[in-house]
């Protein structure tokens, strides 16, 4: 069993930015594709971005690309989501998760964190 721990949120202004952090327990990690999810107050949780364990591919929802970064250190068994120009829409606990499935989605997850809360003030 793969645990899973976010940090990196927190309150940060709109046009601002912070990096999130996904880090896990087992040396297994690299072996899975990691994808990072969100859930706003009152809304479903929603895909952010996806790589690949291989990290030669990445996937992006169309409402963050070109702000948000999605990276990973294998050696480290960490993952990482660069935020930037953050607006309040951003609002949300993120959530990373890791599953042997390409493509990836919030059913087909095999180890989910607890998430890490970030709020944008406007």
């Known amino acids: 069993q793969v645990q899973l721990v976010e940090s990196g949120g927190g309150l940060v202004q709109a046009g601002g930015s912070l990096r999130l952090s996904c880090a896990a327990s087992?040396?297994?990690?690299?072996?899975?594709?990691m994808g990072w999810f969100r859930q706003a107050p009152g809304k479903e949780r929603e895909f952010v971005a996806a790589?690949?364990?291989?990290?030669?591919?990445?996937a992006y929802a169309d409402s963050v690309k070109g702000r948000f970064t999605i990276s990973r250190d294998n050696a480290k068994n960490t993952g990482y989501l660069q935020l930037n120009s953050l607006t309040p829409e951003d609002t949300a606990v993120y959530y990373c998760?890791?599953?042997?499935?390409?493509?990836?989605?919030?059913?087909?997850?095999?180890?989910w964190g607890k998430g890490t809360l970030v709020t944008v003030s406007s």
């Open positions: 998760a890791v599953t042997y499935a390409w493509p990836i989605n919030s059913g087909g997850m095999k180890y």
């Open positions: 087992e040396r297994t990690f690299s072996d899975y594709n």
């Open positions: 790589i690949s364990w291989s990290t030669t591919t990445t």
